[in-house]
């Protein structure tokens, strides 16, 4: 069955960095969209970042557009999650989500429901 598994949350300063990783299995990587999404306390779960089955195509959300960077190695079939400039509103659960759909192409790559698979989620806490 598809599993996928989210690491690297933690703690961080306001200002500061970590890197997001998702481990995939179960599924062929390389044929996937993949995505980040978060989901803070009381509300809803919000995109963060997509990215097509090669990598030439990213997508963003606007709060963190300039500062994440999502990329993919297919060879290890893992998607990353660069997080530059933390600030404290970016404190969330993060999840790692998976399409065998090109969400792109109808402009729905930021939608929850095109994703049919996710994983468990990982903390992400940036103090002020």
């Known amino acids: 069955q598809v599993q996928l598994v989210e690491s690297g949350g933690g703690l961080v300063q306001a200002g500061g960095s970590l890197r997001l990783s998702c481990a995939a299995s179960?599924?062929?990587?390389?044929?996937?969209?993949m995505g980040w999404f978060r989901q803070a306390p009381g509300k809803k779960r919000e995109f963060v970042a997509a990215?097509?089955?090669?990598?030439?195509?990213?997508y963003y959300g606007d709060s963190v557009k300039g500062r994440f960077t999502i990329s993919r190695d297919n060879a290890k079939n893992t998607v990353y999650l660069q997080m530059n400039s933390l600030k404290p509103e970016d404190t969330a659960v993060y999840y790692c989500?998976?399409?065998?759909?090109?969400?792109?192409?109808?402009?729905?790559?930021?939608?929850?429901?095109?994703?049919?698979?996710w994983g468990q989620g990982t903390q992400v806490t940036v103090s002020s």
């Open positions: 989500a998976a399409t065998p759909l090109a969400p792109w192409r109808t402009g729905s790559a930021d939608e929850p429901g095109m994703y049919g698979y």
């Open positions: 990215i097509s089955w090669s990598g030439g195509l990213t």
């Open positions: 179960g599924l062929t990587f390389s044929t996937y969209t």
